[in-house]
């Protein structure tokens, strides 16, 4: 199984970004996929997550309202749109699939994970 995160980069506050993550090796479809953040200095923390059906979705409530997660079943990609971007978003992005199909925001439930993508945001 492999994750592909993409579409990280520098921007400046205010601005917005859009990750893309790419799942290969697995039945896309049946599981569960978030986001995750580790900013410098920190740990790991729970962004976004979307069930298998696309139905139900989770936000930290430090991005609720700014950014939204998606995903394209038959493209096997999840999307995390970034919107209103704050220099406290900046951080590695990791994309991440569940062991099931209902969305968590418990990083022990994802067992897959992406090499991360760069966010960085200027004030």
């Known amino acids: 199984v492999q994750l592909q995160a993409c579409g990280g980069g520098l921007v400046q506050a205010g601005g917005s970004l859009r990750l893309s993550c790419v799942i290969s090796?697995?039945?896309?479809?049946?599981?569960?996929v978030g986001w995750f953040r580790q900013a410098p200095g920190k740990e790991r923390e729970f962004v976004a997550a979307?069930?298998?059906?696309?139905?139900?979705?989770y936000y930290a409530d430090s991005v609720r309202g700014r950014f939204t997660i998606s995903r394209n079943n038959a493209e096997n990609t999840v999307y995390l749109q970034m919107n209103s971007l704050k220099p406290e978003d900046t951080a590695v992005y990791y994309c991440?699939?569940?062991?099931?199909?209902?969305?968590?925001?418990?990083?022990?439930?994802?067992?897959?994970w992406g090499q991360g993508t760069l966010v960085t945001v200027s004030s």
């Open positions: 991440a699939l569940s062991r099931g199909a209902g969305a968590t925001m418990s990083s022990g439930n994802y067992y897959y």
């Open positions: 090796g697995t039945p896309f479809s049946s599981n569960a």
């Open positions: 979307i069930n298998r059906s696309a139905v139900r979705t």
